[in-house]
């Protein structure tokens, strides 16, 4: 059975930092195109940051230069480092598994999903 775990989330001030990690168990994270997204309350689930297999990244704009996505294929394990954060990155922080083409900060095509781990930025 596959299980994906989000951890990491929490409290923080506006221009801290938090490390979200995502783990997985039933199958290799390696295999997969793997993203970040968000969904705030009253809003649409949007892609953050996507790591292609072989490394390769993506950032939406309001986030680049701010967070870093890394993954350890050695661990089974993806990170979000998010540094200088804001009030508007307060969101519920999903991690998702894409197996096909390549990687992409739409939600369309990602087979596995996390349930998420809370940020809350304080102003």
């Known amino acids: 059975q596959v299980q994906v775990v989000e951890s990491g989330g929490g409290l923080v001030q506006a221009g801290g930092s938090l490390r979200l990690s995502c783990t997985a168990s039933?199958?290799?994270?390696?295999?997969?195109?793997l993203g970040w997204f968000r969904q705030a309350p009253g809003k649409e689930r949007e892609g953050v940051s996507c790591?292609?297999?072989?490394?390769?990244?993506m950032y939406v704009d309001s986030v680049k230069g701010r967070f870093t996505i890394s993954r350890d294929n050695a661990k089974n394990t993806l990170y979000l480092q998010m540094n200088s954060m804001k009030p508007e990155d307060t969101a519920m922080y999903y991690c998702?598994?894409?197996?096909?083409?390549?990687?992409?900060?739409?939600?369309?095509?990602?087979?596995?999903w996390g349930q998420g781990t809370q940020v809350t930025v304080s102003s």
């Open positions: 790591i292609s297999r072989s490394g390769g990244s």
């Open positions: 998702g598994l894409r197996s096909t083409f390549f990687c992409s900060l739409s939600e369309s095509g990602y087979n596995y």
């Open positions: 039933g199958l290799t994270l390696a295999n997969y195109h």
